[in-house]
């Protein structure tokens, strides 16, 4: 935290058991993501063969298999520890400190509110697809409590090692725009905890930085965090298929993980009401994951398998989504979705004589022009 601005009074006590916990959970992730990963790699390599199975083919061939019903368990009951566990998980610690997180967060709230900063929509009818999903396994969803904003924040900040950058994919995305662009007026589409926004406008301070998302606690959260860096977004409770902005009023839309939570009923007109609101040239940019193309049906199978452990039930549907086709229907100029090499995932160095287990993903940038 820059000496220049207060210390938060919005963030969690960590004593060194509750570090502790995390870092054990982190250290457990990471071992199913590497020996229990490539474990069932190779005996699911035993079972097949050479045979070419479709990621149907795979799911039932991977059911068989005690190193994959372990990466199972551990993705479904890491994500529930870190979340819930007693004492040390993210929602036990902010239950023993709520009156206190309570208070700042609807002083923030009343502030940002009278001057206009913070738009609440206390009749917004919210998607049943996010109504009904506990996404990420967040208990209630992220926006049923008043402390979601900073639940959600904490999560994704323990999900990645300690020692690392947790803004770094915001960096690398803006890194990846087209150089020599303005973008004078800005929109984050779902801006959670707002790490996202305020990441761009700590770098580009000539820019009206704008947010939205659908639930109220990330945005007072997001606005929270914001004021304490001395940052003035305006942010704003609004489903995306359906913005209260003019036409042609924005430079840039950028998301982060997004589309996966969207069943493909909406998302033709989530598209339609992003080129509306974009200028002519406008972007609509942003970052997700796929597996590999050249991984074939286990990775395939085994993101769809994963993904539905942990609550991303759409994801089979975005990855089978016409995404491009529909892009260009609508009246995007260009629509590409390529490989977002910032943030390629190194393989596991193979075993003696033995072919490298492939990546879980591959991450890759939607780039659409208006």
């Known amino acids: ?183 004078e007026r800005v929109l984050d589409w779902g801006a959670g905890h707002g790490a996202g926004l305020q990441t761009w406008m700590e770098a580009h301070p000539e820019s009206e930085g704008h947010g939205i998302d659908l639930s109220a606690p990330c945005l007072i959260f997001a606005w929270k965090k914001a004021e304490e860096r001395g940052l003035t977004p305006v942010l704003s409770q609004q489903d995306v298929a359906r913005l209260d902005y003019p036409d042609n009023h924005f430079d840039l839309i950028f998301f982060v993980f997004m589309l996966h939570e969207i069943p493909p009923g909406p998302t033709p007109a989530i598209l339609r009401e992003v080129h509306r609101v974009l200028k002519p040239g406008g972007l609509f940019f942003g970052a997700e994951f796929r597996p590999p193309p050249a991984a074939g049906a286990f990775s395939h199978a085994m993101m769809v398998h994963s993904q539905w452990c942990n609550n991303e039930v759409y994801t089979p549907a975005y990855l089978k989504f016409p995404y491009i086709e529909t892009a260009r229907e609508i009246g995007f100029s260009r629509a590409e979705v390529k490989t977002f090499d910032r943030l390629a995932r190194p393989q596991a160095p193979p075993r003696a004589g033995q072919e490298p287990a492939p990546v879980y993903a591959e991450f890759v940038l939607f780039d659409f022009e208006k």
């Open 1 to 183: 935290m820059d000496s220049n601005f207060p210390p938060p009074d919005v963030d969690l006590h960590e004593d060194q058991a509750s570090r502790a916990f995390h870092t054990f959970v982190r250290g457990a992730r990471r071992s199913m993501e590497t020996v229990v990963w490539d474990r069932a790699y190779r005996d699911y390599q035993d079972i097949v063969g050479g045979d070419t199975l479709t990621a149907d083919e795979a799911l039932p061939v991977l059911d068989r298999i005690p190193a994959f019903q372990t990466y199972a368990w551990l993705f479904r009951n890491l994500q529930r520890f870190k979340y819930t566990y007693p004492d040390w998980g993210i929602v036990s610690a902010a239950e023993a400190q709520r009156p206190k997180l309570e208070a700042a967060l609807a002083a923030a709230r009343e502030r940002g509110e009278r001057e206009g900063h913070l738009r609440l929509n206390t009749e917004i009818d919210y998607p049943d697809y996010y109504r009904h999903v506990d996404f990420h396994q967040h208990p209630g969803g992220v926006w049923s409590d008043p402390l979601d904003g900073l639940i959600y924040d904490v999560a994704r900040r323990t999900t990645i090692p300690a020692h690392m950058d947790p803004d770094m994919i915001y960096r690398q995305l803006f890194a990846s725009l087209p150089e020599g662009r303005k973008f």
